[in-house]
């Protein structure tokens, strides 16, 4: 008698959150054993909670207000900063477009462009290795030590004329 009022009692409670026991198998109710109880920790309690726990209705409204205010003053402060950062950064894009665009003008008026550069420097290459080859010749390359602009600069009566008659028996 005692199995059939608790059936009774189980089914009824089943119906009232809307369900039936005919869904739930005897094992389902076993197997509930196997699963440790959830652990249960008292409640974390904030600053801001602990105060609203111990004030009335019109106090809380108060708290609530205050603490709505304090984060818009926050949210005002972040959208400040940002504003001054994008003021300084877009003071600091006009400068680089001015030099940039300086940059430019002085590339154009100079006409010094990167593929100008490149064949010059390929055609001192060229001479260099044509100089190198051509120095490999003994006759050549004594010719050319011979009549080199630089050791003239040696023997030019420039120089000798700016040296007094006593300088230049010390130079000799």
Same mark, same amino acid.
């Given at each position: ?8 009692? *189980? ?5 009232? *959150? ?7 198998l005897e094992t389902h109710f076993v197997h509930t054993a196997f699963y440790p109880p959830a652990p249960m920790a008292p409640p974390e309690w904030t600053p801001f909670l602990q105060t609203m726990?111990?004030?009335?209705? %019109?106090?809380?409204?108060? =708290?609530?207000?205050? +603490? ?19 003021? $300084?950064?877009?003071?600091? +894009?006009?400068? =680089?477009?001015? +030099? ?7 590339? $154009? ?9 490149? +064949? =010059? ?9 044509? *100089?190198? $080859? ?8 004594? %010719? ?5 602009? /630089?050791?003239?600069?040696?023997? /030019?009566?420039? *120089? ?13």
């Amino acid at each position: 008698m005692k199995t059939v009022n608790s059936h009774d009692s *189980i089914s009824t409670q089943m119906q009232g *959150i809307g369900t039936t026991l005919s869904h739930f198998l005897e094992t389902h109710f076993v197997h509930t054993a196997f699963y440790p109880p959830a652990p249960m920790a008292p409640p974390e309690w904030t600053p801001f909670l602990q105060t609203m726990a111990v004030s009335n209705v %019109y106090g809380q409204v108060e =708290l609530m207000a205050a +603490k709505l205010g304090q984060v818009g003053q926050g949210l005002r402060l972040v959208q400040s900063l940002c504003d001054t950062h994008m003021k $300084e950064l877009e003071q600091k +894009k006009k400068e =680089l477009v001015q +030099k940039a665009a300086l940059i430019h003008d002085v590339q $154009e008026k100079l006409g010094i462009t990167v593929d100008e550069t490149m +064949k =010059l420097s390929g055609e001192v290459y060229d001479l260099q290795w044509e *100089i190198s $080859e051509g120095m490999k010749d003994p006759k050549t390359a004594q %010719y050319v030590r011979f009549h080199d602009p /630089s050791r003239k600069a040696l023997f /030019s009566s420039s *120089i000798y004329q700016s040296l007094s008659s006593s300088e230049m028996v010390s130079a000799r």
